[in-house]
């Protein structure tokens, strides 16, 4: 665990206070229609990335409330969310769809080589250790599988707020008032217990999944979002293409 914790309860703990502060339901139902354009990118470029197929076992990571679970194209579905209280929204908005496990993204609880489809969507940057989970995901992920993972790119993110704040458009551009999602002054305050980049993203892959594919997330020249493809390798032996 980071050393910000001193077990899996005290980082459960603080989850669920941000879970509290920061409610995905605002986030995902943002009033901006620059932010729901870059959510909506990012989540068709994570489905047509990870190809599901209605034959194929797909394991959600970090499922969060449900959002995308619930739109997920194809495919025999499962998510997995510590916090209960977004256990219980995904429930709801997932029904029949899905069956939801509570557990830790850094000690799945399945067997190696469960799922066909494994993916993880703006989670890494919320917990504890990073590399576990992506470990846990090579782990569950069968042999020929496919893994696609997402994450913020802070520092861009973090510019373009500033522009926009000194710019004095925040409320015109973000379309924010009271009662909105209450939107960070940084990408790495609060929830956020890491920074990820492109490289800094594709340094932490374990051997065990191959980087098939890079895709910034609304445009290669404003890559706010990095959606990674992997495909789940016998042996050690990482390539990639963007």
Known sequence: MSKRFSDQRAFKAWNDVMVARFDPDRFHEHPSPFVRYVENTRIRRTFALLAARPE???LEVGCGAGHLLARLPAGRRCGLDLSDVLLHKAARRAGRLASLVQGDAQSLPFRAGAWDRVYCSEVLEHLADPPAALA????VV?????AV???PNEALINLLKAVVRRSGLQRVVMRTGPGDYAMPERMD????LHAFDRAALLAIMPPGLRVARVE???FAWLPLRYVVRCERAEGGARGESA
């Open 149 to 151: 993972v997402s994450v």
């Open 216 to 218: 910034a997330i609304p």
């Open 56 to 58: 194929h076992r797909v």
């Open 136 to 139: 846990e995901i090579a782990r």
């Open 189 to 192: 305050d609060e929830w956020h």
């Open 142 to 146: 069968r042999p020929g599988g496919v």
